[in-house]
């Protein structure tokens, strides 16, 4: 399937490990040029050498912690500097710490909500000027299932999330004519180093081991296993890809039929 991606920018967010990273090398092996941001310029610049190596595309490492609003459009400013304008948007970052009501306090909160909401509206302040000037774009969100099944003891996810969504939902209205489509992704539990975090975290709070946590996990997939950090980027890539023109303000899954609601 021809993408359409040769030669567009992409730039993706959280892009050091898991999703994020998986996300930018399946542009990048579409023949996007990408650059990839993260907090820790060490594994940033890992991940770039290895993306560059697996794909021959050019890879922009920026360090950034998307909780500042300078350094957030910063580095859409810095990626559209340096390849000359923006196609492709991937927002995502690390999740907000775990727990229930009780365990949680008002700066938690804050801090989630600048974290997860914030952040993709800065982000997005400075990158849909950009995209209008190329005639044309492609916004997608990484948010998680919580959006569509609130988890246990993941309050600030099931509390913040949903209101990118609904950010998203309204700003693809907004675009709908001009060419900039917006979607968000909803990964189900992935084996990523967030997934390993949560298990090890709920086994220590339930006094189990995390190897008994995962497979209590995995019983209630329907598939019976984690995904992959692939192939969630398989459906980035393809709503990043001329292939997804007619396709905005949606919000995918992919979670081996974890969700169980209809819509």
């Known amino acids: ?20 990273r998986a996300a930018a090398e399946a542009l990048a092996g579409e023949g996007a040029n990408v650059a990839i941001v993260a907090r820790q310029e060490a594994t940033l610049a890992e991940a770039a050498t290895s993306i560059t190596r697996a794909t021959g595309a050019e890879v922009l490492p920026l360090v950034c912690d998307v909780r500042h609003a300078d350094q957030a459009r910063g580095a859409v400013r810095d990626t559209a500097a340096h390849f000359g304008g923006l196609d492709v948007l991937v927002t995502n970052s690390g999740g907000p710490r775990a727990g229930s009501f009780d365990a949680l306090t008002e700066q938690d909160f804050s801090e989630a909500v600048d974290l997860l909401f914030m952040s993709v509206v800065r982000i997005c ?11 044309g774009g492609r916004i997608i969100h990484v948010t998680s299932i919580t959006v569509k099944q609130p988890e246990h003891n993941l309050m600030l996810s099931n509390a913040v999330r ?16 001009e060419g900039i489509t917006v979607n968000c992704v909803a990964p189900g539990y992935t084996r990523t180093e967030r997934v390993v975090e949560l298990n090890a975290a709920n086994a220590e709070r339930e006094q189990m081991t995390p190897e008994a946590v995962e497979q209590r996990l995995v019983s209630t997939i329907p598939m019976k296993r984690l995904g992959e950090p692939h192939e969630l980027a398989a459906l980035i890539v393809f709503l990043a890809s001329d292939k997804a023109s007619y396709i905005t303000g949606t919000t995918l899954q992919v979670d081996g039929g974890y969700v169980r609601s209809l819509f």
């Open 125 to 135: 302040l400075e990158a849909v000027p950009l995209m209008r000037k190329r005639g």
């Open 162 to 177: 949903p209101a990118v969504v609904g950010f998203a939902r309204s700003l693809a209205n907004d675009l709908a004519t």
């Open 1 to 20: 399937m021809d993408t359409g991606l040769k030669g567009k920018v992409a730039l993706v967010f959280g892009a050091s490990r898991g999703l994020g």
